[in-house]
């Protein structure tokens, strides 16, 4: 029996799921860490090779496919050798909003990339830097991942390219794009899931796995776990209940609207319409432990209203549904009950859902018909009950809530399509 390997990079560990030809999961090896200073692309590539070798041997032996998901806008510069010669750039970085007057003046009014985090503001404030001298390729972090383990440099998938500027519609680069001068190479574009090439030869002889086992183009995380949800029909939605909170409707229509944060993916002939707010599990987990949320959610009456309106953010700046990276946190009054504040923050985060969802659909977004779950908030039934108050249809725990799921069905895709 052959098995498919994906890959989910996320903001505080990396995950591994293998799944089988029924796409039945055989085993899943999550890795988790703390990241500090700007060691970033050492902390990756060494639990990169970690989880590798932590698959049954079994597996490895039987490998047909790898494909694996990273954090949307998360980027980096690398040499000729793939080295990064910068500190890589994380998703909710917004150092970038300094160059956005510049980047007005060239891409088209309200496009997806006029935003603080957009991979392609990040690219330009980067190309400020003397070291940027150095660097040839630009790489997302699923890119340069993929990159770790088939050696090609210069490639990334049309759903990681959406925030450099690429036309998902049309399938290329718009030509306001082109005339921008960077002294780099902007990365050639395929479908997520397309194999790109076979594993390097040292990486299959290291950890046996076959010497025809291929890497495929991945995506970002939160489409990742939309692929894995089960959700198929115009009007279903995830929500991502991570570090932050991100909404994918999937509708008929294309919406872009930059001064809400909200961009659409292709997915086949339809579209997966949505946004992410800095909002989410980082705020939970900032304040309570895993064993707090339990307990005290378990004390939480969620036909009550909790009558705390936060906007819970740890610094300042939003990205969806409100697009501002200097928007302010609110986490005031504080009672002293930590059942009440954390009420006040779970009903906040699912009142900013709500919004979310609505202002999808006042733009045109189909009818919102159900929110599959997904992430570690998945699991919070209380919290889930909060939602489904606000958000007036079923709220269901998605079919497969890992990310890493979803890249292994891409990567059992590309196995299919061959090199």
């Known amino acids: 029996m052959t098995f498919y390997l994906g890959i989910d990079c996320g903001t505080s560990g990396m995950r591994g799921v293998v799944i089988n030809e029924d796409k039945c999961v055989v085993v899943t090896i999550p890795h988790y860490w703390d990241v500090t ?25 039987n490998m047909g496919a790898i494909a694996i998901n990273g954090t949307s806008s998360t980027v980096l510069v690398c040499d000729t050798d793939g080295l990064p010669v910068q500190a890589p750039m994380m998703y909710n970085d917004a150092h970038a909003k300094a160059i956005l007057p510049e980047l007005q003046k060239i891409a088209p009014v309200n496009h997806t990339v006029l935003s603080a985090t957009s991979s392609l503001a990040k690219l330009i404030w980067m190309s400020q830097f003397p070291s940027f001298r150095d660097a040839t390729y630009f790489s997302h972090q699923a890119d340069w991942l993929g990159f770790l383990l088939h050696g090609q440099l210069g490639i990334t998938d049309y759903h990681n390219a959406l925030k450099l500027g690429y036309d998902v519609e049309n399938i290329q680069y718009p030509q306001w794009l082109k005339n921008i001068s960077i002294p780099i190479k902007l990365p050639q ?43 198929n029909s115009p009007g279903e939605a995830v929500s991502s209940l991570g570090s932050t909170l991100v909404l994918k409707l999937l509708s008929s229509t294309r919406i872009e609207d930059v001064r809400y944060g909200i961009y659409s993916h292709r997915l086949g002939n339809l579209w997966l319409v949505g946004g992410a707010s800095n909002t989410g599990g980082a705020v939970l987990n900032h304040f309570f432990s895993s064993e707090e949320l339990a307990n005290l959610s378990a004390q939480i009456d969620p036909s009550q209203p909790s009558n705390l309106h936060y906007y819970p953010l740890l610094t300042p700046g939003d990205r969806f549904p409100i697009n501002d990276p200097y928007f302010a946190p609110r986490m005031e009054p504080r009672p002293d009950s930590p059942v009440e504040f ?31 779950t997904a992430g570690g908030g998945s699991t919070n039934n209380t919290w889930t009950r909060i939602r489904q108050n606000f958000l007036k249809v079923p709220v269901i725990t998605a079919q497969n809530t890992e990310a890493a799921y979803g890249s292994a069905l891409l990567a059992m895709k590309g196995a299919k399509q061959g090199l």
Do not use: M
């Open 37 to 61: 200073g700007n060691k970033e692309c050492i902390i990756w590539q060494t639990t990169l090779r970690k989880l590798l070798g932590e698959i049954p041997l079994e597996y490895r032996r």
């Open 342 to 372: 954390l009420h006040g923050i779970l009903e906040s985060i699912a009142r900013i859902e709500a919004q979310g969802y609505n202002l999808l659909q006042q733009l045109s977004a189909e009818t919102l018909s159900c929110v599959y």
């Open 189 to 231: 574009v395929v479908s997520p899931g397309t194999p790109i090439a076979k594993l390097r030869p040292e990486i299959s002889l290291q950890y046996k796995f076959p010497h025809d086992c291929i890497v495929c183009a991945g995506t970002t995380d939160s489409i990742a776990a939309f692929l894995a949800s089960g959700a």
